[in-house]
C-alpha cells in the first residue's frame, strides 16, 4: 500500500477511533518494510573507485545515488529496496545531493538514505571557523564599544577560501522567500547579528515627517514609506560607518515584520528613509524596531560582525574559543536525543555559506532519510516536488537559513519524529491535493519536535503551514516561537494531539492554529491538542484563531490553560466548539460578527476577498461534500446566479455556530462587535468547574493534569473523555526518549 492509499484508508475511520491506529500505522510504514536486498555504504574516507562495500564505501553521495540509478536503469531494482548506509563524519555540501524520477523506488523496494547503527552523520551547508584572532587594528578597536575591545575576536574569512557571503535581502511579511545571507552559528546556536538596541528590547518609531503623513484604512495616521521615519535620541552619532546599516521593525502592525536596508540617515533630523522597493506597510508612531549590521553595536557575547568589504568577522564568544574542563552546553530546544556539546573541547564556530536545500527531490517516490543532521544552509533544508511517498524520519534539522521541510505537490509525503530548530523562516510546509475536485494530498507531520522558528521573518512562518486538501499535523512538540505555531488553508485537515506552548512571544493578532478569512476552507478539525501559556503583544493571542469570516472549523476536545482568548471565532459560520476543556483563559469563547460592520476596512476589504475566492471554487462541489455552504446563498446568491452587492448586500452575520459539552474554569464567555445574542447555540457546558479535576495544574504543566473526577457533572452533561495521554510525542524506534527528557532504548 502506497503512503497515499494509506492516508486515504485512514480518513474513512470514524471519529474517535482513528488516533490509536495511525499512531500504530504510522511507524508500520517505516519498520514493516521488506529488509533490503543490497546495501551501498558511503564514508568520508571512502573512494569513488572503491565497490561501496562496508570495507570499500563510497566516498560521495552522488555516486552512491548514480549506483542506485544503475539498477534502475538495468531494471535490476532489487526486491525488498536498497539501504545506502552513511557512516559517521561530516559531509561538507557545496551543492544540493538532487534526486529525480530516475532515483525512485517502489512501494516493494523502497530507497533509504539512513546514518550508520550508532554514527553521528551531518550533511553541513557551512564551513568550519578557526584561527580566530584577538583585534588589534587600532582603527578597528576605536570602531568597537570600549568594553568589548578585549573580548571580541577576528577572523579573515577570505584567507580561509570563504568569498561568497551571500547578500542581506530585505525579508519578512508580503516579501519573496530568497537565501538567508551567511550566519555564525556557536555550540549548535546560532549567534546575532550585531544591533541596537541589544536582544530583547526595541526602539519606538518616534514619529515620521508631516510630508508622509497618511489616513490608513482605519482612519489613523501613518506616514508614507519613502518619507521616511523619525527616531529618538542620538545614538547614531556615535556609530563610525553606515554604509551597510539595517533595520528591523513591526512598522504598522504587531503582525508583520521586515528587514529593511537604510538608504540614508540624518543623524541631525533624526530621519531613517529605506531603500525602494517599498513592500512593507506604512510607518506608525509608537511601532517597534531596532537598527543591526552594526560593528559600533558589537557590544555583548553572542554577537558578530562581517566586513564585507575586506572578509573580516568579528565576533564575541559566548564561551571561551578554547576551554579545557569548560560546561556543556545542551541542545537547544532539549530534544531528547541526548546531544551535548564536549566537556573539554570549545564549542564548534560555523558559518552557513550553502544557497541550495540540503536534500532536493524533484519527481521521486517511495525515498527515506533516516536519521541524518542536516545543518547551516542558507536555504531550506530539504525540498520535496511532486512524486509519491517519501519520508524524512529520525533527522535533527537544525540551523537552517529557511525552511526546515517544503513539501509542494505530490502525495503521501512525511516527516515523521524529527527534531527542527532555529530556523530563519518556517519548520514544514505542506501543500498538496486538489481544492478543484476536493482529492487529498495525504501528506503528514507527526511525532517531531519544533522550537525557535521564525528567527529572521517572524510572522507567517508557523512550525507547521499546510494548504490544499487532507494534509496531517500530529503528536507535535511546539514551543518558543515569535508567532503562530501551525497554519493552514484548505480543506480537510487534521490537526490533532499537539503540544503547543509559549508561542506568539513577539507578536500580536495571532493563534497558536490560525486560518482565515475563506468561507470554502471546510472540513477541517482540530481536536485533542493542548495549548498553553501562550504569549502576545498589543493585541494579544488566541489559542485556535479563526479569522475574518473562515467558517466550518470542528474544534474538540482540546484543552486549553493559560491562554489569552481561547478559541475565537472571528465573524464566521458554521464552526463546532465541543467538548473542550477551558481553564484560566480569557475568554474561553469568543464570538465577533465583523462580517456585518459597515466600515470600508471590513465590508469592502473581507467581502470583496470573500467573493473573490467562493468564485475560485467549483460550488456545486462544496456545497454537496459540505452542506452548510448552502446557507450562504441568501447573501450572496445561488451559484450561477447574480450575486448580492452594494447597498442591497448587508454583510453576513455570524451563524449556525455551536458551543456544546464543553469545561471551563474562569472567563467562559463573550460576543461583541454585531454577534447578535441568542443567534449562538450554547448548551451543557459546565462553566464553574474548578472542583471536577482530579488535580491541579503542576508547574509545567502536563496534559494529564486536566483528568476530570469521576463524580463531575460534565459526564452527565454528555462531557466525552479526551485522549489526554496521547497528546504531544511518543517514543518509537526513531526517538528512544521523548523531548526533555533522558534518552533510553525504545520499547
Given amino acids: 500500500m502506497s503512503m497515499a492509499e494509506l492516508m486515504r484508508a485512514m480518513a474513512s475511520f470514524p471519529t474517535g477511533k482513528r488516533p490509536d491506529i495511525l499512531l500504530i500505522l504510522s511507524s508500520a510504514l517505516l519498520f514493516a518494510l521488506p529488509a533490503p536486498a543490497a546495501q551501498l555504504y558511503v564514508a568520508t574516507t571512502g573512494s569513488d573507485t572503491d565497490s561501496g562495500t562496508r570495507r570499500k564505501p563510497f566516498a560521495t553521495l552522488e555516486h552512491a545515488r548514480d549506483e542506485v540509478r544503475r539498477f534502475s536503469q538495468n531494471g535490476k531494482l532489487p526486491k ?108 549548535s546556536r546560532p549567534m546575532t547579528l550585531a544591533r541596537w538596541p541589544n536582544e530583547g528590547d526595541w526602539e519606538r518609531i518616534a514619529g515620521y515627517p508631516d510630508s508622509g503623513a497618511i489616513k490608513d484604512e482605519h482612519g489613523g495616521k501613518t506616514g508614507k514609506l519613502e518619507e521616511g521615519f523619525l527616531y529618538s535620541g542620538d545614538r547614531p552619532h556615535g556609530w563610525k560607518d553606515l554604509s551597510d546599516l539595517w533595520v528591523h521593525g513591526y512598522w504598522s502592525w504587531d503582525w508583520a515584520n521586515t528587514y529593511e536596508r537604510v538608504a540614508s ?38 554577537e558578530w560582525f562581517l566586513d564585507r568589504k575586506t572578509g573580516i568577522l568579528y565576533f564575541w564568544p559566548p564561551d571561551p574559543l578554547t576551554r579545557p574542563g569548560g560546561h556543556p552546553l545542551p541542545l537547544r530546544g532539549g530534544s531528547g536525543r541526548g546531544e551535548r556539546e564536549s566537556k573539554t573541547q570549545a564549542p564548534e564556530i560555523l558559518f552557513s555559506l550553502l544557497s541550495d536545500p540540503l536534500l532536493k527531490l524533484t519527481d521521486v517516490s517511495h525515498v527515506t532519510f533516516r536519521g541524518l543532521i542536516l545543518e ?31 513539501i509542494e505537490g505530490g502525495t503521501g509525503h512525511g516527516v515523521l519524529s524529527c527534531d527542527i530548530f532555529d530556523t530563519g523562516d518556517g519548520g514544514v510546509s505542506m501543500e498538496g491535493g486538489d481544492r478543484q475536485t476536493l482529492r487529498p494530498g495525504g501528506h503528514f507531520v507527526e511525532n517531531c519536535h519544533f522550537a525557535h522558528q521564525g528567527r529572521w521573518s517572524k510572522c507567517y512562518v508557523p512550525a507547521v503551514i499546510m494548504g490544499g486538501v487532507g494534509q496531517r499535523a500530529a503528536h507535535n512538540l511546539i514551543h518558543d516561537h515569535p508567532h503562530c505555531a501551525i497554519l493552514y488553508t484548505g480543506n480537510d485537515h487534521l490537526i490533532e494531539l499537539n503540544e503547543i506552548h509559549h508561542i506568539a512571544l513577539e507578536t500580536g493578532d495571532v493563534g497558536a492554529i490560525y486560518t482565515g478569512r475563506d468561507y470554502s476552507f471546510r472540513g477541517n478539525r482540530l481536536r485533542h491538542n493542548f495549548i498553553h501559556d501562550t504569549g502576545g503583544v498589543g493585541m494579544g493571542s488566541m489559542g485556535m484563531y479563526m479569522d475574518d469570516c473562515v467558517s466550518g472549523t470542528e474544534i474538540s476536545g482540546n484543552v486549553f490553560y493559560k491562554v489569552q482568548r481561547a478559541a475565537f471565532l472571528g465573524g464566521g459560520r458554521d464552526h463546532l466548539v465541543l467538548n473542550n476543556i477551558f481553564v484560566d483563559c480569557n475568554y474561553a469563547v469568543e464570538l465577533d460578527g465583523r462580517g456585518l460592520d459597515t466600515s470600508p476596512v471590513w465590508h469592502s476589504m473581507v467581502d470583496k476577498t470573500m467573493r473573490q475566492r467562493l468564485a475560485e471554487v467549483p460550488l456545486a462541489l ?43 474554569v474562569g472567563k467562559w464567555l463573550k460576543e461583541y462587535w454585531h454577534a447578535t445574542p441568542g443567534k449562538l447555540l450554547v448548551q451543557n457546558n459546565l462553566t464553574n468547574a474548578a472542583a471536577s479535576f482530579v488535580r491541579p495544574p503542576g508547574n509545567p504543566p502536563q496534559a494529564n493534569d486536566f483528568s476530570l473526577k469521576r463524580d463531575s457533572p460534565a459526564w452527565n452533561l454528555g462531557f466525552q473523555p479526551i485522549p489526554l495521554d496521547k497528546i504531544g510525542p511518543y517514543r518509537d524506534e526513531l526517538r528512544a526518549a521523548l523531548p526533555g527528557s533522558k534518552p533510553r532504548p525504545a520499547d
Fill in 80 to 187: 525488498g529496496g536498497v539501504t545506502i548506509w552513511l557512516r559517521g563524519g561530516d559531509y561538507l555540501r557545496t551543492n544540493a545531493l538532487e534526486l529525480t524520477a530516475a532515483d525512485a523506488g517502489t512501494p516493494n523496494s523502497p530507497i533509504v538514505w539512513r546514518a550508520g547503527k550508532g554514527e553521528t552523520v551531518r550533511l553541513l551547508g557551512g564551513r568550519k571557523l578557526s584561527g580566530f584572532a584577538a583585534v588589534t587594528d587600532p582603527a578597528m578597536l576605536a570602531r568597537l564599544p570600549e568594553a568589548a575591545r578585549g573580548h571580541v575576536m577576528q577572523v579573515d574569512l577570505k584567507a580561509l577560501g570563504v568569498n561568497d557571503f551571500g547578500q542581506m535581502q530585505s525579508r519578512g511579511f508580503g516579501r519573496p522567500l530568497t537565501p538567508a545571507h551567511c550566519e555564525l552559528f556557536f555550540g
Fill in 265 to 302: 540617515i540624518d543623524l541631525d533630523l533624526r530621519l531613517v528613509k529605506t531603500a525602494a522597493p517599498y513592500g512593507m506597510y506604512s510607518f506608525r508612531k509608537g511601532q517597534r524596531f531596532y537598527f543591526l549590521n552594526l560593528l559600533g553595536e558589537l557590544d555583548q557575547p553572542g
Fill in 376 to 406: 547551516a544552509t542558507r536555504s531550506s533544508a530539504v525540498q520535496i516536488h511532486g512524486g509519491a511517498s517519501n519520508l524524512i524520519a529520525g533527522c535533527l534539522i537544525r540551523n537552517i537559513g529557511n525552511y526546515g521541510v517544503t
Fill in 622 to 664: 462544496y456545497r454537496e461534500r459540505y452542506p452548510a455552504l448552502k446557507t450562504l446563498d441568501q447573501y450572496y446568491g445561488p451559484p450561477g446566479g447574480p450575486a448580492i452587492e452594494g447597498a442591497a448586500f448587508k454583510g453576513v452575520p455570524p451563524e449556525n455556530n455551536v458551543v456544546e459539552r464543553n469545561v471551563c
